[in-house]
């Protein structure tokens, strides 16, 4: 064999393992983000409280643009980051079990969602917090019907009669649950570093409103699965949305999150889908600021009753 046919060879079986990783995909949706007028962070940092170790994720997105970032809603600001995890398989599909969901996008998502204003005791449901998410957020979530609670990583091929490792179903993978476990913590550790600084500063004129997306974008074969007519119907999807819940090192509470696992195909429709309904949030908040302030100072006032009762 001549040098170059061994070269040619090299860079052949090189380029076969490229095209079966990730890593094309992270850059193809990095790419797309920006041309959508994002700022990228790849291989964002995070801390892993319970592993004790620094890890990363594969893309932590912020919109940017005049649409965005403007005075409008002085004095509240209205922070929305995407955290995305990028996964290929041409050996596994990827099949989630769906229930019908409950039409409240807050139920779902209360560990992506925070802000600075503190939130009273009683009746909740004439708090700022509670007028904002159920007032204001216009959130694509709200479109689904259906929401997945399980999900599995089936391998396409059949299964030799020897004993596999991968079990009956050859589904013991758990790309989905590593990806979604690590933008939840993700969501976390940036949540808890963001409200942490905010914390420190001596005087705040803005009150702060953080709302994070995890999303898990997939080349391959999806299909959700739910039961018709008391049998279970398979059908493809390009996009899905998965139901997860994390207690957060931080505090005592199990939150929930809303997972959006959308095909490598659709995403540029998704972005464009998901800034519609940030655009039309804003513009609802707009419309409503009068009676967010209004809520935001009186919630301000009932826990500065409360921390000076309990100084006395």
């Known amino acids: 064999m001549n040098p170059e046919e061994k070269k040619d ?28 007028k994002f700022v990228v962070f790849n291989t964002q940092y ?7 170790q620094g890890r990363d994720i594969d893309i932590y997105a912020i919109p940017i643009g005049p649409e965005v970032i403007d005075d409008s809603l002085f004095p509240l600001r209205l922070s929305t980051d995407l955290a995305i995890e990028c996964k290929k398989s041409e050996t596994h599909a990827w099949v989630f079990y769906t229930r019908p969901r409950i039409p409240m996008s807050s139920i779902y998502m209360r560990g992506q969602f925070r802000t600075t204003v503190p939130q009273p005791e009683g009746n909740i449901t004439e708090s700022f917090k509670w007028f904002l998410q159920e007032e204001c957020l216009s959130l694509h979530y709200d479109a689904f019907k259906q929401i997945a609670i399980a999900y599995e990583e089936i391998k396409k091929k059949k299964m030799d ?3 596999s490792k991968e ?11 590593e990806a979604t476990n690590q933008l939840v913590k993700f969501t976390n ?14 005087q705040r004129k803005l009150d702060v409103i953080t ?11 999806m299909f959700e699965v739910f039961l018709d007519s008391g049998e279970p119907r398979l059908e493809r999807r390009k ?19 809303t997972v959006d696992i959308v095909h490598r195909s659709y995403f540029n429709d998704f972005v464009r889908l998901w800034k519609t309904h940030l655009y039309s949030t804003k513009e609802i908040m707009l419309r409503n600021l009068s009676e967010l302030l209004k809520k935001l100072n ?15």
């Open 189 to 202: 550790y940036e949540m808890h570093q963001t409200y942490g600084r905010i914390a420190k500063l001596p």
């Open 9 to 36: 060879s090299l860079e052949d079986y090189l380029l076969g393992k490229v095209k079966k990783s990730g890593y094309p995909l992270e850059i193809e949706i990095s790419d797309i983000l920006e041309n959508e």
């Open 46 to 52: 995070y801390f892993d409280e319970e592993t004790h």
């Open 211 to 221: 709302m994070f997306f995890p999303i898990i974008v997939f080349d391959g074969d």
């Open 167 to 177: 079990g009956k179903n050859g589904s013991s993978r758990k790309e989905i649950f």
């Open 161 to 163: 009669r020897e004993i």
């Open 239 to 257: 996009h899905m949305l998965l139901r997860t819940h994390y207690r957060c090192p931080y505090s005592l509470n199990v939150e929930s999150y």
């Open 298 to 312: 009186e919630d301000k006032a009932k826990s500065s009753q409360k921390n000076l009762n309990s100084s006395q």
